[in-house]
Every structure is written in structure tokens, then in C-alpha cells.
């Protein structure tokens, strides 16, 4: 069943709607105030969020948008806006408004239910998400690094991969890896929306390896508090005892003891220059010898290549 | 001399003790007249108390020494045989006294 | 006939869904909130300074949706992981008491203030991570709050009791829901999906011979509900202070010396409590004249 969150303070989905819609098994949930609307969003997030445009005090429809696009667990939440013809001809600022779809009021029932079909599938259809951390995959991640270095501003093409992985995976089991991935892409997708939100990209490629993607200026800043928050997170996902030790013993691949140490972060960034390069292969050749050098340090590392300066 | 919140800081007070940052430095010295770029600075430095001359800002409803020590004696009334919490109680009635001795 | 009473109150406490906050607080982190300029780790600091957000923002980062249940005992670590935009909808969705009474106010200052005892037993006794403990000082009576707001009028009888008859809160609680507020919060952590690392302190807070795993920080928050008491930071008509557990102090193994040295520390950092506690009050009044 799936619920569909709607918000609006006047009476748009009518009887008629409500039964024809739940009859196609969707369970609506209609919600007249902001406050428990973003509730919902919070603690228990619906499949779907219709709401008005005309819904509550001036900022609520951003608040509750904003709960929404916000949080990276919940951007596959599709968001139909409900607007009246005035509006739709007038035009909206799409970009404030950041919704997958809108609707005209009023509308049948099945006309709704047409939309709504439409904006799932075009979810399923747009995302090459990673289904662990919801981050855009691989084709979003070669666009992306091919934007930036198409691009007349310097970008720094970062890529963080976490160290030790394999053998935390052996030791604790790879519930608890995927839970380290998942607080890795959370770090990085919070520091890079606080610090640098506008133009950045964050994407994941696989298994414990992530690119973001920000400014040159912001590079340093956000490699730094990337790093910073790990290291405050860390701790919670090793027992106390292996963490007192600092290390822990496991065997390796070839079935050798050998001592490990705790969970790093290193980051290997190239600096794309402007119009330097011209094809995203060539960043990720040097990204790896980059990453060759800055895993061999100690600890949690960043480290920036400057050879598109030359 | 009194302890107040830098919040309650005004222009024209004058501190009894010399003002210290997180870092132990020396910010403001003992008889320093309060401005108000020095309060500003004090409240700044996210420095929650200070120590001035007198007793410039009245507490309301304030307690006597005697009413105050009455509350503590209240308080532990019921542990009086646990000797640990005896020596807390001890301890919080000696600092009440000395501060009161300070102002 | 008992057992029905206390499964009733039981699931009448699981389904507590919103607790209400202080208007101050909410209407100082709103403001935050608008201005561009503010860190996350800004706000981080002030919900850490609050009872009742700073176990939402546990239920939170622990839910099942976010990803990490029974993981995250440190506050600074669930703000890292929710990051600014959930913290601002989390301050948007709370709701604040509709009547606030000298009480709230009381039993926020002693929370925050028991927190900041268990800071500086918990560093001064070399605990692993002394902001775990602090964090389980702080939310240590979240129970309170719940059978408050969920068992209003009983709420009221008990209140009734504590005055009329001259007992505790925690006597009150035994004699007539059967169930006292530090097990109640215990469910309620435990309901949550907090770490076991904080359920426990909580639960057994007022018992802390019965804690089985977290010893050590049963007893530093037993004991810094004591000594905040002593320090004057109790609420209500119930002013004494609690019975001190041996085997808890036992564990703890101060010296005269060393309470000295505790108590100095406290009286100090509590200045912080007071500042912060009159920034609220005024931020409460700016906003309704605004």
C-alpha cells in the first residue's frame, strides 16, 4: 500500500478522489497544518507528497519541501505541486519551486491518478541511484565530472575512499560495512550542503568508494570538515575495546595475521583547472596514482593534485 | 563585591576580579570601569560570569544567608545517615557562607 | 487488577508521539534557523541543551529510516548524520507547552544541570566517552516529561501527593502508577531505538545496583542527579535528595578530595546553565512582542 502524503488547508482532494484512489490501493494521509505534516516527513516519511501551493503561512510550502529535497534519504520522494490555471499560465520559479510535477485544480480523480503513476515511474526512470545510499551512480558521476571540467570555473574532483575497509567488513560483518557507507555519504553530503551547496555534486560509485565534486575555493574547506565529522562518527561504529587497542588483528588475504588499524578516510582531489582537460578519463587517471599516494599516510588524509596548473 | 552573568553586565561597573579567557589569559584587569566595547567584548568571548565591586544588581527575591542554609539543611533532611552525602552537604553550606563573607 | 493498571499506563506512555519543548528554545533556534550565517554546529550546541530535543534528535538518527538503530549515543555524531536541513524541520515539527509552568522550567534547568555534572564526573573518572554519559544525564528524566504529558491527570494526583503528604515524586510514582519515571523513560529509550548505552543509565538511574552492562555511567548519572539536587537544581514541591545507592558509590570511589574538587567544577560551569536559562527567558519575551 502506498501512502500518499497530502497537504492543503483547503478541501482539494474530495470524497470522490479519496475512494477512487484508495481503491487503487494507495492509503492517503491529508494533513492541514504544517507542523504535522513535516512530522510525517520526519518520523515516518510517506512515498508520495502532494501538496498545495497556496498551503499555509508564506514559508510553509518551502519548510515542507525543504523536509523533503532536503535530506538525502528522501529525495526519490516524488512531489506534485497543486496549483490553480492562473498560476500554471502566469508561471512559477521552478527553481524555489522544486517539485517533480504539478497538477491544475481542479482535476478528476483519474487524471490524479495518472500524474501520480507518472511521477513514480519517472523516479525509477531518472535515478541511477545507489539503492544503499540514494547517492546518483556511475552515469550521473561521469556527467558530472564531465560538466566540471567543461566548465570556465576550477572544480576539484574529489574522490574519498575509506581505508581498512575490507577487514572491518571481516571483522564486524557487512551489515555494519554497509552502516560505515552509509554514514560516510551522509557526512559528505551534509558538509558539502552546508559549506557548499551551490554547484556541487556528490555521487557514489560503488562499495566504500564516493566522488564529490565543489568549487576550488571550497576544496579545502570541505575536505577538512568531511574529515573532522569522521572522526567525531567513527567511534560510534567500533566497539570500545578495538577502539582502546587503536588496531585489531585479522587475517588478510592470503590467510595471514596481521594487524589492522581503525577505519580512515582519504580523499585524492584533482583540480580541474579551467579547461584543462577535455575528456573525464584523464581525471580519474590521475585521481588514482593521487589516491595511491595519499593512502599510504597514516590516518584520515586529503590530498590535492595542482597538475592541471602546470 | 558581587558574581553576575556578563548578560547582566552594565556600563560603569567596576570588576573586583581580573577577567580571564578559556585560554587563561588576562582580558580585563581587577578595577577595570566596564564600557560598553568591553562588555560586548566579554560577552563575545562567550565568558559567562564576572565579579564586580558591590552589589549592583539586586537578585529578586533573594534569600538570606539563613533562609538559604535552611533550604540546604531541607534538602539533605532525609539522608542524614549517608555520611558521603552528609560531607556534600557540608561542602555546599561552606561555600554558600563564603560567598556571602566575599560580598 | 495491578498488572492491568500498569500495562494500561505502559501503553499509554509507548504512545506518547510529541513532547513538548520550551517556547524560549524553540523561538531562539527558529530564529537560527532564518539566518543564513548559522553552523550547524551552532544549533548542535543549543539542542544539546535541551532535554526534550536533544532525545528527539536520538529517536531520530536511531529510526530505522535514517539507518543507524541502537548506534548513536553522542549528539554531536547525530547532528553530524542528520545534517542542517533535518534539524530545521525537526525544530519546525516540535510543539512547545501550552502552558508553561515553573515546573518545565525547573526540570529543564535540572537536567542541563545534571548533564554538566556528569561531564565532570565523567572526565575526572577517565570514561571513554564522557559526552555519552553527559547525554544520558541529560535526558535522564525524559520519563517525567512523558507521564506528564500522557497521564495528565494522574499527573496531577501525583503532584497532589508530593505536597499534601511530603513524599517524593519517585514514592508518589510506585504507590499509585506502580511504575516509577525511571523506568518508564527506559521503555520509552528503549522504544526508540536508543543505544544500550543510554537506555540503561536511564532506566535504572534511581537503581543503579540493578544495571547489568553500563555500571560505571548508571552510577555517575545516579549520582549527579544527587549532587544537583543538593545544589538546589530539584523541581517542584519534591526538594530532597534521593537515597544514595553503595554500590554505586562503591563503583565510583571519590574521596573527600575529589568532591571538593567535583563540587567547585559544577559551581562553576553552572553559570553557564543560569546565562543560558536567562537568554531563554528573554528570547521567549522578544518573540511575543515582536
Keep these: 500500500m502506498k501512502r500518499i502524503l497530502v497537504a492543503g488547508e483547503k478541501i482539494i482532494i474530495t470524497q470522490e478522489h479519496k475512494i477512487v484512489l484508495e481503491a487503487r490501493g494507495y492509503q492517503l494521509l491529508l494533513m492541514k497544518d504544517l507542523h504535522s505534516a513535516i512530522s510525517l516527513i520526519l518520523e515516518d516519511p510517506p512515498d508520495m507528497l502532494i501538496m498545495e501551493k497556496a498551503f499555509g503561512e508564506e514559508k510553509a510550502p518551502f519548510a515542507l519541501l525543504n523536509a523533503v529535497k532536503g535530506c538525502l534519504q528522501k529525495t526519490n520522494i516524488p512531489v506534485i505541486l497543486i496549483i490553480d490555471e492562473k498560476q500554471a499560465l502566469s508561471g512559477l520559479d521552478w527553481q524555489r519551486y522544486a517539485v517533480d510535477d504539478f497538477i491544475v485544480s481542479p482535476f478528476t480523480p483519474e487524471l490524479l491518478r495518472a500524474r501520480m503513476q507518472l511521477a513514480e515511474a519517472r523516479m525509477i526512470r531518472v535515478f541511477d541511484n545507489n539503492p544503499l545510499s540514494r547517492l546518483p551512480g556511475n552515469t550521473s558521476i561521469l556527467q558530472a565530472i564531465q560538466r566540471a571540467i567543461d566548465s570556465d570555473e576550477s572544480h576539484g574532483v574529489c574522490y574519498i575512499d575509506i581505508d581498512n575497509f575490507k577487514p572491518y567488513n571481516d571483522r564486524y560483518g557487512f551489515s555494519q560495512g554497509d552502516d560505515v557507507i552509509l554514514m560516510v555519504a551522509r557526512i559528505a553530503v551534509n558538509v558539502i550542503d552546508e559549506l557548499a551547496r551551490e554547484g556541487s555534486f556528490v555521487g557514489h560509485v560503488g562499495g566504500d568508494d564516493f566522488v564529490f565534486i565543489v568549487r576550488e575555493d571550497k576544496v579545502k574547506p570541505v575536505c ?39 577505519l580512515s578516510l582519504s580523499i585524492a582531489v584533482v583540480i580541474t583547472g579551467s579547461h584543462h582537460f577535455s575528456h573525464y578519463g584523464e581525471v580519474s587517471t590521475i585521481a588514482s596514482e593521487v589516491k595511491h599516494f595519499v593512502k599510504k599516510k597514516e590516518g584520515s588524509n586529503y590530498m590535492i593534485d595542482r597538475r592541471s596548473r602546470g | 563585591m558581587q558574581q553576575i552573568l556578563s548578560l547582566q553586565a552594565a556600563e560603569g561597573m567596576v570588576l573586583a576580579k581580573e577577567v580571564m579567557t578559556a585560554e587563561g589569559r588576562v582580558l580585563c584587569g581587577k578595577g577595570t570601569v566596564l564600557t560598553g566595547t568591553i562588555i560586548e567584548r566579554i560577552r563575545k568571548m562567550g565568558i559567562g560570569n564576572i565579579t564586580v565591586e558591590g552589589h549592583p544588581v539586586p537578585v529578586e527575591g533573594e534569600k538570606s544567608l539563613e533562609e538559604e542554609l535552611r533550604d540546604v539543611e531541607e534538602r539533605f533532611s532525609r539522608v542524614k545517615h549517608v555520611p558521603p552525602l552528609m560531607y556534600v552537604k557540608k561542602k555546599i553550606m561552606q561555600r554558600k557562607v563564603a560567598s556571602r563573607k566575599a560580598s | 487488577m495491578e498488572d492491568i493498571k500498569k500495562t494500561q499506563f505502559r501503553r499509554a506512555l509507548r504512545e506518547v508521539k510529541n513532547l513538548p519543548t520550551l517556547p524560549g528554545i524553540i523561538a531562539k533556534l527558529t530564529r537560527m534557523a532564518e539566518d543564513p550565517d548559522t553552523t550547524t554546529e551552532q544549533m548542535g550546541k543549543v539542542i544539546s541543551k535541551d532535554h526534550i530535543l536533544a532525545a528527539k534528535l536520538l529517536k531520530l538518527v536511531n529510526s530505522a529510516f535514517y539507518g543507524f538503530p541502537q548506534r548513536i549515543s553522542s549528539l554531536n555524531s547525530a547532528i553530524i548524520l542528520l545534517g542542517f536541513n533535518v534539524i530545521k524541520s525537526l525544530i519546525i515539527s516540535s510543539s512547545i507547552f501550552e502552558l508553561m509552568e515553573s515546573q518545565d522550567v525547573e526540570l529543564w534547568e535540572h537536567s542541563l544541570g545534571c548533564a554538566v555534572v556528569c561531564s565532570v564526573l565523567a572526565k575526572r573518572l577517565d570514561v571513554s566517552d564522557p559526552e555519552e554519559v553527559s547525554t544520558a544525564g541529560l535526558i535522564h528524566d525524559i520519563g517525567k516529561v512523558a507521564i506528564k504529558m500522557e497521564l495528565k491527570p494522574e499527573f496531577e494526583m501525583l503532584k497532589q501527593m508530593v505536597h499534601d503528604r511530603q513524599i517524593s515524586m519517585l514514592e508518589a510514582e510506585k504507590e499509585m502508577l506502580g511504575i516509577d519515571h525511571a523506568e518508564a523513560g527506559g521503555w520509552l529509550a528503549k522504544s526508540w531505538n536508543l543505544p544500550a548505552k543510554l537506555v540503561e543509565p536511564i532506566a535504572c538511574h534511581h537503581n543503579p545496583q540493578d544495571a547489568k552492562d553500563e555500571q560505571l555511567s548508571t552510577a555517575i548519572v545516579h549520582f549527579s542527579d544527587i549532587l544537583i539536587r543538593g545544589l538546589g537544581y530539584g523541581h517542584g514541591d519534591d526538594v530532597w535528595v534521593p537515597s544514595l545507592s553503595k554500590t554505586a558509590w562503591q563503583l565510583l570511589n571519590l574521596t573527600q578530595q575529589d568532591l571538593n574538587e567535583i563540587i567547585d567544577e559544577v559551581e562553576e560551569k553552572l553559570w553557564d546553565v543560569k546565562g543560558f536559562s536567562l537568554e531563554i527567558q528573554a528570547e521567549l519575551e522578544n518573540s511575543m512582542t515582536s
Excluded at chain 1, 561504529?237 to 588483528?249: M, N, R, S
Design chain 1, 224 to 262: 577538512e570538515r568531511i574529515l573532522a565529522n569522521f572522526e567525531v562518527v567513527r567511534n560510534m561504529f567500533i566497539p570500545a575495546e578495538d577502539l582502546k587497542a587503536g588496531c585489531y588483528v585479522e587475517k588478510d588475504r592470503q590467510g595471514r595475521e596481521t594487524v589492522f588499524g581503525l
